[in-house]
């Protein structure tokens, strides 16, 4: 999954800044369906990923079933914590 892809994808744009509140959240709305739906692990990560960046993403134990996907959840989140200075 290309991140420019995801964002034209899901908000019209591979611009954030020009991505409108009405358009992100319609956008984040169809990524939660899709996040649902998805069967694939690596590309509903990916999604869970893209998710939680925008301060949307469903809490772990509600997004992953396997103790796997969860702890690979937390490394991602403690990376970008660390990236953002935090």
């Given at each position: 999954m290309e991140?420019?892809?995801q964002l034209r994808r899901y908000f019209g744009t591979d611009d954030p800044a020009a991505v409108t509140p009405a358009a992100l959240d319609a956008?984040?709305?169809?990524?939660?369906?899709?996040f649902g739906?998805?069967?694939?692990?690596?590309r509903r990560f990916a999604l869970w990923t893209l998710l939680h960046m925008l301060g949307r993403a469903p809490?772990?134990?509600?997004?992953?079933?396997?103790?796997?996907?969860?702890?690979?959840?937390?490394?991602?989140?403690?990376?970008?914590?660390?990236?953002?200075?935090?």
């Amino acid at each position: 999954m290309e991140l420019d892809d995801q964002l034209r994808r899901y908000f019209g744009t591979d611009d954030p800044a020009a991505v409108t509140p009405a358009a992100l959240d319609a956008g984040v709305e169809k990524m939660l369906v899709d996040f649902g739906l998805e069967k694939d692990r690596a590309r509903r990560f990916a999604l869970w990923t893209l998710l939680h960046m925008l301060g949307r993403a469903p809490d772990l134990d509600v997004a992953f079933k396997d103790a796997a996907d969860r702890d690979a959840a937390r490394d991602f989140m403690d990376l970008m914590d660390r990236a953002s200075g935090g």
